[in-house]
């Protein structure tokens, strides 16, 4: 047995034929910095090993045909200028030049699994790497099983991007949570009881903004807690992430509320909402969120900072450009306004926004009885104007958008759902692309039996083309060249694993001092997370 104990892998060895005999060892091996794939090769039946050191996949043997077995000196196994990102699998295989056959070998190298073998009737014993035997060798894992028992995650989560492996999300029965990811991370941190609404933190990267927007580490939530004299939802409060505790701490925005104030309510609404009640959660208006990626400047002299759209009212998230200070006594420069009606449907499906200035909604179309919804039905505001316009769709059918995530202003795409055969020709789950002229369909990730249909999709925009994942309740898919092909990326995922498939995101692309990461949120088995730094 070879195990790995602080920066060494040692050997331990039991006699098997003596019940009673112990465990022998350890024996110091070599330096690692992993554990080693270990097996028994036709060599004098020596012990083969094959561990990482840096970023350098390693191999040494046990010459079992020697007195006093001794351990080689390691060489290395990955080619010139390769890394290796993960533990390596192999085996002995029959085929070869002669009859020792191959090693065959399995290695992660960034996104990518590549193989390599080795001849073992050829002189040298050398390495050769072949072929990458696919693209989408993302390990999920989740570091935030933690602390709480109850881990159902509904789909209004996000993380910073400014506060490194920072995540919140709301739960059911267990309100809003965050927590800090990675090794050397936090567990989850419950800032609030109740039914979970809203946990999502604001973007804190502006290309065009100068100074610093201290908004990515603050976060806007909302849980079912109801207002004493009205007994309506208290109205979405704000947090922010303090850097002693690495936890949210509500703000405070006057009179010990932590509730962001409302103050410019839909015209003709009486009785006028107070301001201090800030946005509530009306009966049977259910809200949807979007966080703003890159905030622009805005009208007024503020920055956009996120949407809420409550049945077909939009209302804006408004902040003031400096909010930097070892906060937080005085109330935060940020406000909800009313801005904007949609006609023409019953209710937003979906709900886009990157830069602040142009949103992207799918409206659901109201039908009268006996007949069959058309759709999907994309509209592109103007958040700056208030201007609307009507985005083309390529051959219609009776669907609707699960979700929408924006490349640039002349690319995005959806996860739509045609449910009704008979209008159009399109039936099933597809992803559409906004082509910058009209919604097109290209291909769609091949889902398995039960699999149900896509509820989620998100999109890496810094890799050219962008990077699109798209997700089920169980499963994750990978296409890196404009959704015309698609691939599997699930593995690490549990079996059982199952997402909510309500309004918002089940899927989260955000970029941090870590690196680039998706997050996948479930309903049930906590949150997930792919790691690509060394190809993102």
Same mark, same amino acid.
């Given at each position: ?104 070998? $399995?290695?992660?190298? !960034? ?7 080795? &001849?073992?009737? /050829? +002189? @040298?014993?050398?390495?050769f790497p072949t072929v990458s035997v696919m693209n989408s060798a993302f390990k999920f894992r989740s570091n935030y099983n933690r602390n709480l028992a109850t881990l159902e995650f509904f789909t209004n989560f996000g993380g910073s991007n400014t506060a490194d492996l ?83 701490? $509500?703000?405070?925005? !006057? ?7 409302? &103050?410019?309510? /839909? +015209? @003709? ?135 929408i995530a924006i490349v640039s202003a002349n690319e995005a795409y959806a996860a739509v759902t045609f449910e009704l055969a008979g209008i159009g020709a399109k039936l099933g789950s597809l992803i559409m692309c906004w082509n910058g002229t009209q919604w097109v369909f ?95």
């Open positions: 047995m070879v195990v790995q104990e602080g920066p060494f892998l040692v050997h331990y060895w039991h006699d098997s034929s003596s019940a009673i005999s112990p465990w022998n060892g350890p024996t110091l091996i070599h330096q690692a910095d992993s554990a080693g794939c270990f097996f028994v090769s036709d060599y004098n039946g020596n012990f083969e090993l094959v561990y990482r050191l840096g970023n350098l996949l390693m191999h040494s043997f046990r010459d079992n045909g020697s007195g006093g077995f001794p351990w080689s000196p390691p060489t290395v196994i990955s080619a010139p200028g390769r890394k290796a990102s993960g533990p390596a699998c192999v085996f002995q295989g029959n085929y070869g030049s002669g009859s020792h056959g191959n090693f065959e070998l $399995l290695v992660p190298e !960034g996104a990518s699994v590549m193989h390599y073998y080795r &001849d073992n009737d /050829k +002189p @040298g014993f050398k390495w920072a995540l919140a999300g709301p739960l059911q029965d267990n309100g809003t949570v965050d927590g800090i990811a990675g090794p050397n991370g936090t567990p989850w941190f419950q800032l609030q009881g109740g039914d979970g609404q809203v946990a999502l933190y604001l973007s804190g990267r502006s290309p065009r903004i100068s100074g610093k927007l201290e908004a990515g580490t603050t976060a806007i939530h909302l849980n079912n807690e109801e207002e004493e004299d009205d007994h309506l939802n208290v109205g979405i409060k704000s947090a922010h992430l303090q850097s002693s505790t690495q936890k949210l701490i $509500l703000d405070d925005h !006057g009179k010990g509320s932590a509730v962001i104030h409302l &103050d410019l309510p /839909k +015209p @003709g609404v009486t009785p006028v909402p107070p301001p201090e009640k800030g946005l509530r959660r009306g009966a049977g208006a259910a809200f949807q969120y979007e966080i703003v990626r890159s905030p622009e400047n805005f009208p007024k002299g503020m920055i956009l900072a996120a949407l809420a759209v409550q049945g077909l009212d939009l209302y804006v998230l408004l902040v003031g450009q400096d909010l930097a200070s070892p906060r937080r006594m005085t109330p935060l420069d940020m406000h909800w306004e009313y801005h904007f009606t949609f006609t023409g449907g019953t209710g937003v499906n979906a709900l886009a926004c990157a830069d602040g200035m142009t949103a992207i909604v799918e409206l659901e179309v109201s039908a009268k009885p006996f007949m069959k919804p058309s759709g999907p039905n994309f509209w592109r505001l103007d958040l700056t104007t208030g201007k609307i316009v009507a985005m083309p769709v390529a051959d219609p059918g009776s669907g609707s958008a699960q979700s290209r291909a769609s990730p091949t889902l398995g039996p039960g699999e149900g249909g896509l509820i989620s999709v998100t999109v890496d925009p810094l890799q050219t083309p962008a990077t699109i994942f798209a997700a089920t309740a169980s499963k994750v898919y990978i296409s890196r060249d404009s959704a015309k092909t698609w691939t599997r990326a699930s593995n690490g995922l549990p079996v059982g694993i199952h997402a909510h498939s309500g309004y918002g995101r089940t899927l989260q692309w955000v970029r941090d001092g870590q690196g680039s990461h998706v997050y996948f949120a479930s309903f049930g088995r906590s949150i997930w997370s792919i790691t690509t730094k060394e190809t993102w």
